[in-house]
Each structure stands twice: as structure tokens, then as C-alpha cells.
């Protein structure tokens, strides 16, 4: 799925860490085989979906457009508009109320399920996709500031507070 046999490689020992942090979660509905294939799998398409991003050299002259992009040191590079600045990523992360914080970081960013969620924070599953809806529509509201963009009426409603878990 890779072409590359390195990469196939790292795929595969991280399927087997995920296996590892995982095992608790098989049930037995299936053969074990299954779902370690479906296991790799879901590594494998996770891996391919954030490679989707094409990096950008900022050293190498770009080619692809008509004209040269002039290099003004201390302005604004115009192929970079729109990107995600990842330190004020982690600012607005690091911001998000407690509760809001802990569902976004273990399924975003450590890949846990609602349902390992749930069991971690002693919560119901619902509660876990709640608290990630609400936080990311806050990371969204927070990061369109940030960027002077003009907010969207699709944040918390009016009077909403946030619930600790």
C-alpha cells in the first residue's frame, strides 16, 4: 500500500504497538485475525491520510508558477497562508477548558476511541463526543482568531458553559 519498503516497515511496528495498546479492546466477536488486519489497516489509512500534506521547501526556488515568489525576509509568504501555525496550535490546545482538553488530546492527538474514553474519564460515551465536538469548535473559533479572521456562528450557543469531567 506504501511502494516503499521502510515505510511498510514502520507501518507494521506500529501496528503491533497499537495491537499492544489495544489488545484489551478485542472482544472475541471475530477472529483474532480479523481484527489485527483491520487493526493494520486503520494504521496504514491513518498514516496515508497525514501524509496527504505535500511539504514545501522554503529554501528551493518553486518552479510551478509563472512568476518567481519574491523573497521579502520579515513579511508574510503567501504559499504559507492558511497553514496552521503549530505553536499557536498548541497555545489554543493548551487553553481549551480541562475536561475539553483531555477528550481532544486522547482521540486527536493519542488515537483512543470514545468508548476508551469514556472508561479513562469515567464518563459516557456520548459525554467523551460531546466534549471533543465542543472543544474543536473552540480550537476552530480560537484559530480563526488568531489568523483576524471573523468568527462563524456555528461555535457554542449563547449561555453554554463548559462541563468539567
Known amino acids: 500500500m506504501t511502494s516503499n519498503t521502510a515505510e511498510a516497515e ?5 501496528a503491533f504497538l497499537q495491537l499492544f495498546r489495544k489488545i484489551s479492546t478485542f472482544r472475541g466477536e471475530s477472529a483474532f485475525s480479523t481484527w489485527l488486519h483491520r487493526l493494520a489497516v486503520n494504521v496504514v489509512l491513518m498514516h496515508l491520510r497525514k501524509k496527504g500534506l505535500q511539504q514545501v521547501s522554503l529554501d528551493e526556488v518553486d518552479t510551478s508558477q509563472d512568476e518567481p515568489v ?3 525576509y520579515g513579511s508574510d509568504d503567501r504559499r504559507l497562508t492558511g497553514s496552521v501555525d503549530r505553536i499557536g496550535l498548541q497555545k489554543a490546545i493548551a487553553d481549551l477548558p480541562p475536561g475539553y482538553r483531555a477528550v481532544f ?6 488515537g483512543y476511541e ?6 479513562i474519564m469515567k ?4 459525554n467523551s463526543k460531546s466534549q ?5 469548535m473552540k480550537l476552530r ?3 480563526r482568531q488568531d489568523r483576524g479572521v471573523p468568527p462563524v456562528n456555528e461555535s457554542l450557543p449563547a449561555g453554554e458553559t463548559v462541563e468539567e469531567v
Request: aromatic share 0%; charged share 40%.
Open 132 to 136: 471533543l465536538h465542543k472543544a474543536r
Open 105 to 110: 488530546v486522547l482521540h486527536d492527538v493519542e
Open 114 to 119: 470514545h468508548n476508551e474514553i469514556a472508561e
Open 141 to 143: 473559533e480560537r484559530l
Open 10 to 14: 514502520d507501518l507494521t511496528q506500529e
Open 123 to 126: 464518563c459516557s460515551v456520548g
Open 70 to 72: 519574491k523573497r521579502d
